[in-house]
């Protein structure tokens, strides 16, 4: 199946990719793109971790929100699409929360955390124990309540600008010692929603796809 991912990076950068090891928390709008892209470049571990269930409300924009999936574990979905994409991925569902309480989900042997977590303060402890363990980790900002398409980079916390996340997630890190970051954001403005946060289909996924880029290539960097 991965006969023209081999033309374009060789046998031996995708058996480096078949040994690597990603664990995604939050399995959301942009998690959820991280999720497929990792397996579908032959990422051989993923782990995938949210407490969460499908609701008839992610049907706008996640990959797995069907009338069959409804109700279900988003971790456990995950991980039968996983299997269903390549049974020769090791998929690891965690149907729980994030949490300082169950940190110990990241002492196994992962090459690379992805930070796509909605809750603010699970965010920061991921982002502040992962660093702590020395584990390299890519941070999704805001991609909420932007109705056009955007542009998203990867750049350290501290160049990032026009993000309220970011600010807010800035100072967060700065008070607990993180001296740096990778994260993914966009310039384009929010927008105001009464009643909460707003989603576009295009516009988590295209965030997504930017984190998972940046991963696999990074992982292609260690393996050269």
């Not at 994409?85 to 949490?99: G, T």
């Not at 660093?131 to 309540?145: I, M």
């Not at 955007?150 to 001296?179: M, Q």
Request: aromatic fraction near 8%; include cysteine; charge should be neutral.
């Amino acid at each position: 199946m991965f006969a023209r991912s081999r033309k374009l990076i060789g046998d031996g950068m995708m058996e480096g990719l078949y040994s690597s090891k990603v664990l995604v928390v939050g399995a959301g709008g942009v998690g959820g793109y991280v999720i497929e892209m990792l397996a579908r470049s032959g990422v051989g571990k993923i782990g995938i971790m949210d407490p969460d269930v499908v609701d008839v409300t992610n049907k706008n924009r996640q990959l797995i929100a069907l009338d069959s999936s409804l109700g279900k574990y988003k971790a456990e979905v995950w991980k039968d699409r996983i299997n269903d994409i390549n049974p020769h991925c090791d998929a690891i569902s965690y149907a729980q929360r994030f949490s300082a309480n169950n940190s110990q989900v990241l002492d196994m042997g992962w090459d690379y955390i992805v930070d796509a977590i909605d809750s603010f303060a699970d965010k920061v402890d991921l982002i502040c124990l992962a660093k702590q363990k020395g584990l390299d980790v890519v941070s999704a900002a805001g991609a909420g309540n932007r109705a056009v398409y955007c542009d998203f980079e990867i750049t350290d916390i501290y160049k990032t600008s026009y993000d309220a996340l970011a600010k807010k997630l800035r100072k967060a890190l700065k008070d607990r010692g993180i001296k740096n970051l990778d994260v993914c954001y966009t310039k384009e403005p929010a927008l105001s929603c009464a009643d909460g946060v707003g989603s576009m289909a295009y516009v988590p996924s295209v965030c997504g796809i930017r984190i998972a880029a940046f991963v696999i290539s990074r992982l292609l960097m260690s393996i050269s």
